[in-house]
Structures are given as structure tokens and as C-alpha cells.
Nanobody, 117 residues
């Protein structure tokens, strides 16, 4: 079992930046991808970004492609999401996510990001 702990959320004004972190511990050796999802009030959880651990390849949702960057520090088992040019529509709980070989998934508890207009 892997534990995913997010941090870095908070309140920021429109146009501002935040960096989210996700520290992974426990059964990290069989993680295949790590990524971020988000869920706004009254909406379904949606995909934001993903990184493949073996290649470093990334995938970002179209609505964040020019504003967010996903990265991984393998030495610290920590995933990052650098967010810039934030908009009120980015307000959501952001969840760290991992897919493991064997196709099971792990989720963090989430961190709140609020963008004020």
C-alpha cells in the first residue's frame, strides 16, 4: 500500500501561482504513473496531469496545458504540480493519484486550491 500526502494548496488571487506537492511513501516501487485530478464543488472529478515514472513522459489536460507543469523528484518520491496564471475556474480540491502495475490505484486525501477573482 502506498500513502500519498498532498500539500501546497491555499488561497491565491487570479493570475497567481501555486505549487502543489505529493509525497509518496510505502509501496512506491510498483507505481506506474503518478498524477493529479481535481474536483470542483458540484462537479465530477477530472483529470489534470499525469507523468510516467519509467520514461518521464507527461500528459496534461487541454485546459491547463499552457499554465501547469507536472514534475517528479525521484530522490524524494515527491510529485509536483506547478500552477500559474490561475483562474477562478481552477478552484477545486486537487488529488494526487497513482496507478500501480496490476492496475490498482491510490489516492491522496486532497488539498484545497481557491482562486479569488
Amino acid at each position: 500500500q502506498v500513502q500519498l500526502v498532498e500539500s501546497g494548496g491555499g488561497l491565491v488571487q487570479t493570475g497567481g501561482s501555486l505549487r502543489l506537492s505529493c509525497a509518496a511513501s510505502g509501496r512506491t516501487f510498483d507505481m506506474y504513473t503518478m498524477g493529479w485530478f481535481r474536483q470542483a464543488p458540484g462537479k465530477e472529478r477530472e483529470f489534470v496531469a499525469r507523468i510516467w515514472l519509467s520514461t518521464g513522459g507527461t500528459l496534461l489536460a487541454d485546459f491547463v496545458k499552457d499554465r501547469f507543469t507536472i514534475s517528479l523528484d525521484n530522490t524524494k518520491n515527491t510529485l509536483y504540480l506547478q500552477m500559474s496564471s490561475l483562474e477562478p475556474e481552477d478552484t477545486a480540491v486537487y488529488y494526487c493519484h497513482a496507478v500501480h502495475y496490476g492496475a490498482y490505484e491510490s489516492w491522496g486525501q486532497g488539498t484545497q486550491v481557491t482562486v479569488s477573482s
